[in-house]
């Protein structure tokens, strides 16, 4: 683990450990945000308890199965576009027009941020 690496960490602990301080002094209300140790240890409890098993399976189970659609459109979108030229012909100005515009805003915040 590189220097960095470890300041963010440490940032992050000190970050959460002042929440916690000021959770416990009252400095921030109680009602409004409670201790980081009591939402983990909540967390915990509902996690192990099984109450919602069934809606994080189902809540993964999507997104996997979205990923999956996209991967085979992908695929099946990059394939059509190799094998008919004509479809590649129509459908390439609109493709380019979103990489160049992409490039061109990534290319101009480089080159303002370096000069």
């Given at each position: 683990?590189?220097?960095?690496?470890?300041?963010r960490?440490?940032?992050?602990?000190?970050?959460?450990?002042?929440?916690?301080?000021?959770?416990?002094?009252?400095?921030?209300?109680?009602?409004?945000?409670?201790?980081?140790?009591?939402?983990?240890?909540?967390?915990?409890?509902?996690?192990?308890?099984?109450?919602?098993t069934?809606?994080?399976?189902?809540?993964?189970?999507?997104?996997?199965?979205?990923?999956?659609?996209?991967?085979?459109?992908?695929?099946?979108?990059?394939?059509?576009?190799?094998?008919?030229?004509?479809?590649?012909?129509?459908?390439?100005?609109?493709?380019?027009?979103?990489?160049?515009?992409?490039?061109?805003?990534?290319?101009?915040?480089?080159?303002s941020?370096s000069?």
């Amino acid at each position: 683990m590189n220097v960095a690496a470890r300041w963010r960490i440490g940032l992050v602990v000190a970050f959460v450990a002042l929440l916690e301080l000021a959770t416990r002094l009252a400095w921030i209300d109680p009602v409004s945000f409670i201790p980081p140790s009591r939402m983990a240890a909540s967390a915990w409890d509902i996690l192990t308890s099984g109450q919602y098993t069934i809606d994080i399976v189902q809540t993964l189970g999507s997104a996997l199965l979205t990923v999956a659609l996209a991967v085979v459109a992908g695929f099946a979108g990059g394939v059509l576009l190799f094998r008919l030229p004509r479809l590649r012909r129509v459908l390439d100005p609109l493709l380019l027009s979103y990489t160049r515009c992409w490039c061109s805003c990534c290319i101009r915040s480089s080159s303002s941020s370096s000069g």
